[in-house]
């Protein structure tokens, strides 16, 4: 098998028959169910992982350093911001690492697996740090980590999937996504008393995700040794021109701007609850919990009829600009909430657009990338689209929250108004771009 000037084997592995690919080349038969699956379960595995300190576990963590609400809030913010610099680091040298790896294991299969193993030992320590501080190295390393399995694991949909399975894939891959979040959040509300367990489980699901997903994964062998990496290469491992591919770098800022939005409100969601409804933490966990699976619910149903609708149709931007307003819209709801009902209802709202979204954004993504001899590369510099605001939100979202608050009320208001008009501005942003209709 050959992909750009670098032979490669593809071992048969998992029941799957790799298919060869010249140069450049785009996959033109559809993968199997089996294959589907375990993308699907792995996505989910690391996600329970990964959010579940973002989404729940961290505030419970930052519960036991910290009794006052503002104090709590300020931890959780400065720990998970630390992260910003792992993420992009992690990203996009490792998509790059992962194009030139020559393992007998293949290309993606080592980066994934080990990647998800610093992981899950990352989240041990987060769970035994005595301070914020140790929760801030833990946390940097779990983003490297995470990243470092992530960005070869998304690379591996541009190097399977033909374009026809785009959408409904990219639908697959941002509900399950989503369940990994509701999976976050369940084992949260079993393991709120005990932080060894909360950060523990979600950690091995991660890894045991991960590692079938290697199994399965049909991945080339690179026989042929690259080009040396020297300080250039590196330099081109976070860079891809943005005014030589413009429809690349307008999709990687309405990511970016669109993700920020969202977890700026997520990364709060605990606080904001039981500071909003005047509950406890275990409780709130609880509703939480709730919240999250009708959001799942509704995300499920409607990405699944989003990425019918996509690849049937071939229309990317105009549901992609949709559902991004209809987001902003359940964002900004968010501030009239005043009790647990309506807190359900926006929840669903903001499902059904994250779902539309998910399902066809990443579809829209597949088919701007720069160079298919660079899939790793260019992947991981688009991820960092997705850390880096993940990151950076609990920063941002603590000095909002902090803005104008009192010990005992954090100003949510001035979050939730920031953070639709945030996404608004993302909705925009992918209007300009001209190879997908």
């Known amino acids: 098998m050959s992909i750009g000037n670098h032979n490669v084997y593809a071992p048969r592995m998992g029941g799957e028959r790799p298919t060869t690919l010249e140069c450049g080349q785009k996959p033109t038969q559809k993968k199997g169910p089996l294959f589907i699956a375990a993308l699907a379960f792995a996505q989910f595995a690391l996600f329970?992982?990964?959010?579940?300190?973002?989404?729940?576990?961290?505030?419970?963590?930052?519960?036991?350093?910290?009794?006052?609400?503002?104090?709590?809030t300020s931890i959780v913010g400065n720990v998970l911001s630390v992260g910003a610099l792992a993420a992009v680091l992690g990203n996009a040298l490792f998509g790059r690492l992962s194009d030139r790896t020559m393992s007998r294991f293949g290309r993606r299969r080592p980066w994934i697996v080990g990647g998800a193993v610093v992981m899950a030992a990352s989240l041990m320590v987060i769970s035994a740090a005595p301070n914020a501080g140790l929760m801030m190295l833990g946390w940097f390393m779990a983003q490297l980590g995470a990243n470092a399995c992530f960005s070869p694991f998304i690379a591996t949909l541009a190097d399977q999937l033909p374009e026809q399975q785009y959408a409904k894939v990219s639908a697959m891959v941002g509900i399950m996504q989503n369940v990994g979040i509701l999976g976050a959040t369940w084992f949260a509300t079993l393991f709120a008393d005990n932080m060894t367990l909360l950060f523990l489980i979600p950690a091995l699901v991660g890894v045991v995700g991960m590692v079938l997903y290697a199994v399965i994964l049909p991945d080339p062998v690179l026989t042929i040794r690259p080009p040396k990496f020297n300080v250039l290469e590196l330099i081109k491992s976070f860079w891809v021109n943005p005014f030589k591919h413009r429809d690349f770098g307008l999709a990687w800022w309405s990511r970016f701007l669109i993700i920020l939005a969202s977890f700026m409100f997520t990364s709060f969601r605990l606080p904001f609850i039981t500071n909003r409804l005047g509950l406890e933490d275990k409780a709130g966990a609880g509703i939480v919990f709730l919240g999250v699976l009708i959001y799942t619910a509704v995300l499920v149903i409607s990405g699944y009829l989003a990425g019918w609708f996509s690849d049937r149709t071939g229309y990317r931007k105009l549901p992609v600009c949709v559902a991004t307003a209809l987001f902003a819209l359940g964002t900004y709801l968010l501030f009239h909430v005043s009790d647990v009902g309506q807190f359900y209802l926006v929840e669903a709202l903001l499902g059904f657009a994250y779902g539309i979204y998910m399902s066809v954004d990443m579809a829209l993504v597949l088919q701007v990338l720069p160079n298919p001899e660079d899939n790793g590369k260019d992947?991981?510099?688009?991820?960092?689209?997705?850390?880096?605001?993940q990151s950076l939100a609990p920063y941002l979202g603590g000095v909002l929250l902090a803005t104008g608050a009192t010990a005992s009320a954090p100003n949510f208001g001035l979050l939730l108004g920031s953070a639709a008009i945030v996404c608004l501005v993302g909705a925009f942003v992918i209007l300009p771009i001209k190879k997908v209709k």
Do not use: E, H, Y
């Open 48 to 72: 329970v992982a990964l959010l579940g300190p973002v989404m729940v576990s961290m505030a419970l963590k930052a519960g036991t350093l910290a009794k006052d609400a503002t104090d709590q």
């Open 379 to 389: 992947l991981g510099v688009f991820n960092m689209a997705n850390a880096i605001p």
